[in-house]
């Protein structure tokens, strides 16, 4: 009878410390991967606060205004964060009414938004009411499970948009009459460089399949597409940084040498880095190591012609 009590009491301990592990994991899990309650503000003295936080958000909100015209009146407001793991879910709601003037600036405003990444200009796409009830001013549409837009709702009222990883039935402001026709449908489509995003900085592919690309989370209009090119001496590198000028011509930021203490450290550490600038703003030709691996050559141009810079690979 003794022993039966304590194998009861065995299976009993054991299965309250399966529900408590269960629960540990489960709080773990809301607050790791969902993020735990959502951060909830509706007080439009905060806007920018919230607007423009540095919190990883994948959006500029650039349809957004940075600031709320005086004249603005009825303005509604709702941002909801949640923190989920890699991407966070939002669901950002502006609505404002202006006096005419500032209607037509904000419109213009709208109209003039772009982003520049070497020769490539991308703008807020516009549609007629059709896919939306409203006219639309279209930043985001259905990239990686994101929509971002502003919306000619009403007169002289201008409605803005941003959601995040939300399927319309988890929305808790944005109605129905607020959202395209084919939002739910096209966040299962769309997935990454696919859907149309104003923040595109760069999409690398190889043999026409898209493996990876580059967005730019910022309100800038002019915006800096990188290029490395480097050449492997052991297990550290040398190499050319450049950018696109609006002909998409490489221009060149800095040449580099980045180094590892140890070939242990190259598996398991972060390199160093030396940056030589004395090639800044010419345009970059090409670059190879000499014979001997004790300096690495850049061909420029000047501007009249072609030149070769030689480098010589620090001993660190």
């Known amino acids: 009878m003794k022993k039966k009590k304590i194998l009861i009491g065995i299976l009993i301990g054991l299965v309250l410390s399966f529900i408590t592990i269960s629960a540990l994991i489960g709080v773990f899990m809301m607050f790791f991967i969902w993020g735990g309650p959502p951060d909830v503000t509706t007080n439009i003295e905060k806007y920018q606060e919230k607007i423009f936080a540095d919190n990883n958000v994948k959006t500029g909100f650039i349809v957004f205004p940075e600031e709320i015209a005086k004249s603005a009146e009825n303005v509604d407001f709702y941002y909801a964060y949640q923190d989920t793991w890699n991407v966070p879910t939002l669901e950002v709601f502006l609505q404002c009414s202006y006096n005419e003037e500032d209607y037509q600036a904000e419109i213009q405003r709208l109209e003039n938004t772009k982003k520049r990444y070497g020769s490539t200009v991308r703008t807020l796409q516009k549609e007629e009411a059709g896919r939306f009830h409203y006219p639309a001013y279209i930043a985001i549409d259905g990239y990686w499970d994101s929509y971002e837009y502003a919306l000619l709702s009403g007169e002289r009222q201008i409605t803005y948009v941003y959601t995040a990883c939300k399927s319309s039935d988890s929305l808790r402001k944005i109605e129905i009459d607020y959202l395209p026709s084919n939002y739910d449908s096209q966040m299962e489509e769309f997935t990454g460089a696919e859907g149309y995003n104003i923040y595109l900085k760069s999409?690398?592919?190889?043999?026409?399949?898209?493996?990876?690309?580059?967005?730019?989370?910022?309100?800038?209009?002019?915006?800096?597409?990188?290029?490395?090119?480097?050449?492997?001496?052991?297990?550290?590198?040398?190499?050319?940084?450049?950018?696109?000028?609006?002909?998409?011509?490489?221009?060149?930021?800095?040449?580099?040498?980045?180094?590892?203490?140890?070939?242990?450290?190259?598996?398991?550490?972060?390199?160093?880095?030396?940056?030589?600038?004395?090639?800044?703003?010419?345009?970059?030709?090409?670059?190879?190591?000499?014979?001997?691996?004790?300096?690495?050559?850049?061909?420029?141009?000047?501007?009249?012609?072609?030149?070769?810079?030689?480098?010589?690979?620090?001993?660190?």
């Not at 592919?205 to 493996?211: C, D, S, W």
């Open 203 to 316: 999409v690398d592919t190889i043999n026409g399949e898209v493996v990876g690309w580059q967005e730019d989370n910022t309100r800038d209009e002019v915006v800096d597409v990188l290029q490395y090119h480097p050449i492997s001496v052991g297990y550290n590198r040398v190499g050319v940084c450049t950018r696109l000028d609006e002909q998409d011509t490489e221009i060149i930021q800095y040449c580099y040498y980045t180094y590892y203490d140890s070939m242990q450290d190259s598996i398991t550490g972060l390199p160093e880095e030396i940056q030589f600038p004395e090639l800044e703003g010419y345009e970059y030709k090409g670059i190879a190591l000499r014979k001997d691996k004790k300096c690495f050559q850049v061909t420029y141009y000047d501007g009249e012609e072609e030149k070769t810079f030689e480098y010589e690979i620090p001993e660190v």
